[in-house]
């Protein structure tokens, strides 16, 4: 039997770096319960406006936040604050998997594409890996707002 799994981020900012990886997997940050949030509503308003409505103080209202696959199919992301920063490069990475069944030059100028509206929302490039078949088809390394690693891919 499979199960399900959840990717857990720690974090300075959860709402901030929630937002970035929701852009970046194309993932949504779910509303609160019972709030049907409308079409082009801001979901992290609607959890502040939710989370004083029940008293949680306002130093408290960013301690964690989420996003869900709209289609139902990939994990949870979870980002939970702490109060350390990341001091080392971190053991597990997300590859982002942007180029299926692209090859050669045509998938390396997909990946520059999805590398340049990354970096326009926050994150940083790190290396290009040209293709070195049979076995590397090429990828580009990055990091998000807060310096965790990831993979275009």
């Given amino acids: 039997m499979s199960r399900h799994i959840q990717v857990t981020f720690d974090a300075h900012d959860p709402g901030a770096l929630a937002s ?3 852009e970046a997997l194309g993932y949504l940050i779910p509303g609160p319960p019972g709030v049907d949030l409308p079409e082009g509503a801001d979901p992290l308003a609607a959890w502040d406006e939710f989370l004083a409505r ?4 306002e130093d408290q209202r960013n301690t964690r936040s989420a ?3 709209p289609d139902g199919n990939g994990p949870r992301v979870f980002f939970q604050q702490v109060p350390e920063g990341k001091v ?3 053991r597990v990475h997300l590859d982002v998997r942007v180029t299926p069944g692209l090859q050669g030059e045509e998938r390396m100028a997909a990946l520059e594409a999805e590398c340049a509206r990354l970096v326009a929302l926050g994150a940083t490039r790190v290396q290009r890996h040209e293709p070195a078949p049979p ?4 990828h580009i390394v990055m990091t998000d707002p807060e310096g965790n690693e990831f993979c275009l891919d």
Avoid: Q, T
């Avoid at 029940?54 to 103080?57: A, C, D, E, S, W």
């Fill in 135 to 138: 076995l590397g088809s090429g």
């Fill in 20 to 22: 970035f990886w929701g």
């Fill in 88 to 90: 080392a490069k971190n």
């Fill in 54 to 57: 029940i008293g949680v103080p």
């Fill in 67 to 69: 996003l869900e696959d």
